[in-house]
């Protein structure tokens, strides 16, 4: 059964940070990969989606890379603000099961 | 509107009741999917729509009923709920039902079984 791991659970920094949130899978035959942000009582936002052809994505202050052969994918957040502050999941789609499984969640707080 | 939209935002029913909730979605998509998110839980998919048809349904109970009439409407039908079935609903859609289709969450209905 395909699981999702996301580390840290949690995260306290002071503002202008960079940041690195990581994702692991127990099954690597990873399709591909969405990251997404949600904020407290709110839907999900889609960050980036890394496709099948792809290894990584880059939105803004935003990077987001796989690598397959591990099951792992890392999103990396630069010159971190207070408005980042969120939960932050990820979703890998696996061939295996046809749908997407998400994560746990990391819970980002960036302090002014 | 844009996006995907859901109503209603919040809901409180008892164990008898039944009552509906609603998701649209603006963006021209084919597939609806309607999640479950409990506290700290990772989110749980229940359904999936592909052109109206259901393609998934991720061993829910029957008390939960989707219903589909186009590609850009999806309901859920909830009927003698439990208490444990309070949760965060989230309605997604996507371009496709195949992973490589990125996918796009309303803002969700907080439910809550008394």
């Known amino acids: 059964k395909q699981e999702v791991t996301q580390i840290p659970a949690a995260l306290s920094v002071p503002e202008g940070e960079n940041l690195v949130l990581n994702c692991s899978f127990t099954?690597?035959?990873?399709?591909?990969l969405q990251w997404f942000r949600q904020d407290p009582g709110k839907g999900l936002t889609s960050l980036l989606l890394i496709q099948s052809s792809q290894r990584e994505q880059t939105s803004g202050r935003l990077n987001a890379s796989l690598d397959k052969s591990s099951g792992r994918s890392t999103l990396y957040i630069a010159a971190s603000q207070p408005g980042d502050s969120a939960t932050y999941l990820c979703?890998?789609?696996?061939?295996?099961?046809?749908?997407?499984?998400f994560g746990t969640g990391t819970r980002l707080k960036v302090l002014a | 509107e844009t996006g995907v939209t859901q109503t209603p935002r919040h809901l409180v029913m008892g164990m008898t009741n039944k009552k509906s909730l609603k998701c649209e979605q603006h963006l021209g998509h084919n597939a609806m999917y309607w999640y479950k998110q409990s506290a700290k839980k990772p989110l749980e998919l229940m359904f999936v729509?592909?052109?109206?048809?259901?393609?998934e349904n991720n061993s829910v109970p029957s008390r939960f009923s989707p219903e589909c009439p186009n590609s850009s409407h999806l309901f859920l039908h909830l009927h003698t709920l439990q208490p444990e079935d309070s949760a965060l609903y989230l309605c997604?859609?996507?371009?496709?039902?195949?992973?490589?289709?990125?996918?796009?969450f309303g803002p969700g209905t907080r439910l809550t079984v008394t």
């Open positions: 997604a859609s996507s371009r496709g039902s195949g992973g490589e289709r990125e996918q796009y």
């Open positions: 099954d690597s035959a990873i399709y591909n």
């Open positions: 729509y592909n052109f109206k048809e259901q393609t």
């Open positions: 979703a890998g789609f696996t061939s295996g099961t046809y749908k997407y499984i």
